[in-house]
């Protein structure tokens, strides 16, 4: 495809063929779900999915010391996938529309494969997943593999392998399917709602060597040919990797966070009412049902839960050049459904309406000054999509902003990071979350 323009005419053209109408239906009307008399979970009849429990948290010493909350719990492991072909030097992936029932506009670029356990082992008696063998048995050359977390405030321990395979000679696209040359999808993160979350994430897994694009004459701006001198591991960095690594242990070992599963009619302030789960504030976000009819689908018709948040989020990076290298100050965040409790997050991540009732002090750092910050610092400022396979119209704001100066000397749980050390420890596991990641893959793109 040509242009940005053409991809969007495509995505149009599917959205009128692949249909998908989301209906919100009360909870206690979910075809196939069942609410456990014990304990209130929702879950499957014919297991496997997910299931709606209760988390029970306490941070001792902290401006919320202990809450609880409904959390999505789905421990199997899913596969992100997206199949990589060179044609003239120049990187291709093979992308898929797809559509989610809480997408907020119609179908968006996603992985090649993007299936849960339950999918590709047929748990809902559907069609095949198309290309699943090229990641269950690779038949090419493995670029990216590790599992990574996904939204720790929603989900329990939840863990996809992400995956990026290089393929030799031709694959098919199959209809819903294109080849796509890597700048275009990357020029299309700055657009609204049309790169998907699990595609963001695959997308920042990839090694800054194998996204060379050697058919790009396209100029670079100034930041943009700064981004791309960072890539460079022989350039300077303002910490060392095993200082990062040292100091992100130390927080993992010193943070007393304890997190776990309760039962669902166990968690307090949250009320089940009116067909739905919602804080007795009316803030975080609220549990619903919706029934979802589909065309081009595993299925064609189905039922389940879903999170729907209470307001659009903000995660920014905050962004400067230290001997000509960009670097990113990141925040070793807690999040109790994360795995290890603290991964590397952007320095500002939350939905600021969360905060209002709260203390100055309680509100998360630099929050106002990344609000504020002025237009011509702005490198990137795009609303996108969180997953819509089990959030209901979850957007974020996604924000780079360049400062001159360090806002927060010294801060314990902040560090600068150079992009280059992004991208090693991106080779492994559970290092930056799913916030994080998006910003990569979107710095990244800076580059054109």
């Known amino acids: 495809m040509d242009s940005a323009a053409d991809v969007h005419d495509w995505l149009d053209e599917l959205a009128g063929r692949a249909f998908m109408r989301t209906t919100r239906l009360p909870l206690e009307e979910l075809s196939g779900w069942r609410e456990d008399p014990a304990t209130g979970n929702l879950h499957h009849a014919r297991g496997g999915f997910f299931t709606v429990e209760g988390l029970e948290v306490s941070r001792p010493g902290w401006a919320v010391p202990a809450w609880s909350q409904p959390i999505i719990n789905q421990p199997e492991t899913g596969v992100l996938g997206i199949l990589l072909r060179r044609v003239g ?16 506009g119609g179908p968006q670029l996603s992985p090649t494969v993007q299936a849960t356990r339950s999918n590709y082992t047929r748990v809902h008696r559907g069609r095949a997943v198309p290309y699943l063998e090229h990641f269950r048995a690779p038949r090419g050359r493995v670029l990216a593999d590790a599992r990574q977390s996904e939204q720790g405030a929603w989900f329990y321990r939840k863990r996809n392998r992400n995956m990026i395979v ?6 098919e696209a199959v209809a819903g399917f294109q080849w796509l040359p890597l700048r275009r999808v990357r020029e299309l993160l700055a657009v609204p709602d049309a790169v998907n979350m699990d595609a963001r994430t695959v997308l920042a897994c990839l090694p800054v060597q194998e996204g060379a694009d050697e058919g790009s004459d396209e100029g670079e701006g100034a930041f943009g040919a700064a981004v791309a ?10 910490h060392g990797t095993p200082e990062i690594l040292s100091w992100l242990s130390g927080v993992r070992s010193t943070t007393d966070v304890h997190a776990r599963p309760v039962p669902l009619n166990r968690v307090s302030r949250w009320l089940r009412a009116g067909g739905r789960i919602s804080h007795e504030t009316g803030r975080f976000f609220d549990v619903i049902g919706v029934g979802v009819e589909a065309g081009g689908r595993e299925v064609d018709a189905w039922s389940q839960p879903m999170i729907a948040p209470v307001g659009t989020g903000v995660a ?3 962004v400067r050049r230290a001997g000509g290298v960009v670097h990113v100050l990141a ?5 109790p459904g994360c795995t290890d409790v603290v991964e590397l997050a952007p320095t500002v991540q939350c939905t600021p309406g969360n905060y209002d009732h709260l203390p100055p002090g309680a509100r998360p750092p630099l929050l106002a000054e990344v609000l504020g910050v002025p237009p011509e610092r702005v490198l990137f400022d795009t609303v996108l999509s969180e997953e819509g396979g089990r959030f209901h119209h979850a957007r974020t704001r996604y924000l780079l902003a360049e400062v001159d100066e360090d806002p927060l000397p010294g801060h314990p749980a ?4 150079a992009l280059h050390q992004l991208d090693e420890l991106l080779r492994h596991s559970y290092y930056l979350n799913v916030q994080a990641r998006t910003l990569t893959a ?7």
């Open 331 to 335: 925040h070793a965040r807690v999040e």
């Open 166 to 171: 290089e393929v030799d000679g031709e694959v």
């Open 414 to 417: 902040f560090r600068w990071l």
């Open 89 to 104: 030097g120049v990187p291709y992936l093979l992308m898929q529309a797809k559509n989610e029932p809480g997408n907020p």
């Open 229 to 238: 001198r960072s890539r460079d591991r022989r350039r300077g960095s303002l």
């Open 316 to 318: 920014a990076f905050l």
């Open 442 to 448: 979107c710095l990244h793109g800076l580059t054109r």
